[in-house]
């Protein structure tokens, strides 16, 4: 055992005068006071004894008797001395003035007078305290709305923290809550165990990562598993965005970055979770209005600053989350800083029906409600999505006033979801719907027919949403991530079968197949122009998407200039590729055209077609050989 090291000798008291005990220097304003108390006593007792109050007629009969020795007169009051004593000992008298013209009338009668004074303090002192309250509840509320906090404290209190602390009892999430993300769940349980357990895991010498940064898709649960590792822990946790260090006042952003790494610091082991740190971490430099004194710009730095001098055995983990991780700067993603990337992704098929389990708990379920088949409709969806699914279901089961949530519920769900609500006001004449009737019945024809596509759910020709005036529904039947050349030229094939339909039975194209061109051209242009699958372009890559790490919305930026040749190939060859697809879908169709007009025919009387009612029509399909 190592020897115990001695006490320091605590340091000696300051020298000063020698105080009774229990005396503190602050008590002297109330020995102060308690004197004053006591002489104002002992005047009141001495008037009381030696003083006789008299009215004023009274006063003026000692006066005119000659029993006055002497008078001292002031504004309001006279106190006389007598020559000889009263009969109960006292040898003065005070009385209250009156007038003098009006005390001679008065003592004409015979009749008792005296004065009064009149008590003006209470009218005083509202004189002056009113005003004055209105004045300080005036500013005290124009200080509240300017820097949105109550109480005089507000406007001095702007460089403050604006991060919720919830304490390791409020927060009631746990791991067992967050479903879907597996792989997210296991690296974070290891920070977990890392701040209940910091001196196991120091043991080797290894450190735990300063910060962790959560990155995907929007409503993938990167929240919630922030919350659910702050439960695991039971450990304070600190809850901010990034949008709440910035202030219209140069220098809060700053000043609160290091209010809350001193909170922090006070609380280890605790979790810092900001959110949205994109809204703060945005790289440098970028823009035309970004320079070294940019609000921003300086509350990235303190940041920076912080983090930098953080240290991790202290039991202080930082969390982050954002959906935009490639404008974030980079000193946030070096070593040392954010040392740890956990990808939230979407989930697949069997982390979707996990969330489906927990959501569905909630809800009274039918016996025919099957999780993986919910699952199967809702390929890309995320675990916010799925929430909204379950909670769509209940409130179509609520509206028609069943007593539990049927799978039908579920399927009228996904529909409201993806294509938009039924608008049955919304008429057709008998034209235009037996257009859109062979239209969606082409869709699915193809889609029966080719190999590799998606099997057809259901097909309606009830116009939903802003603009569709019908939908062909396809399910798949795996998550996929990878497609060959002949899927996606049987994918561009089942869009134009559309158009192919009111081409091969109407002689003529309407303006319903707009969605389809676009999407189908899309597809097309990257066939050529990313993947290299076109022959008469090669194998090169002309055009990347823009810098985004997740799957998110974006445009497309050239990789180099293309010259005025390869520009005229490559947009040959997008379309050759759709023209193609029109033709193979063409050819399948006219293999089928009695099932297109038959098909047609009953989707205009049961205006919705499920995938029961659609197998005579898929068996018929598949007899004969689909076009290469």
Known sequence: MSPTSPKPTPPPPPSGPNLPL??????????????????????????????????????????????????????????????????????RIVTTRVEPELARELSAYDVKFEGVVQNTLLRDLLSWVVPALLLLAVWSFMAKRLAGQGGLGGLLSVGKSRAKLHSETDVKVSFEDVAGVDEAKAELRESVDFLKNPKDYGRLGARMPKGILLVGPPGTGKTLLA?????????????????????????????????????????????????ELDALGRARGIGPMSGGHDEKEQTLNQLLAEMDGFDASTGVVILAATNRPEVLDPALLRAGRFDRQVLVDRPDRKGRVDILKVHLKKVTMGSDVDPDAVAALTPGFAGADLANLVNEAALLATRRGADAVAMADFTAAVERIVAGLERHQRVLGAKERRTVALHEMGHALVAMTLPGTDPVHKISIIPRGIGALGYTMQRPGEDRYLASRSELRNRMAVLMGGRAAESLVIGDVSTGAADDLVKATDIAHDMVARYGMSPEVGQAVYERPQQQFLDLPGGMQLERGLSDDTARRIDAAVRALVDEAFVRASAVLSERRTLLEQGAEQLLAQETLTEADLQPLFDAARQRPAPP
């Open 22 to 91: 229990g005396f503190k220097p602050g008590s002297t304003w109330i020995l102060m006071l308690a004197l004053v108390a006591l002489f104002w006593m002992r005047d009141l007792w001495v008037t009381s004894t030696q003083v006789q109050a008299v009215p004023y007629s009274e006063f003026l009969q000692h006066l005119k008797a000659g029993r006055m020795d002497s008078l001292s007169i002031g504004t309001q009051f006279i106190e006389g001395k007598l020559k000889a004593p009263l009969a109960d000992g006292r040898t």
């Open 227 to 275: 919350r659910a590792m702050a439960g695991e822990a039971g450990v304070p946790f600190f809850s901010i965005t990034g949008s709440e260090f910035v202030e219209m006042f140069v220098g809060v952003g700053a000043a609160r970055v290091r209010d809350l790494f001193e909170q922090a610091r006070a609380s280890a082991p605790c979790i810092i979770f900001i959110d």
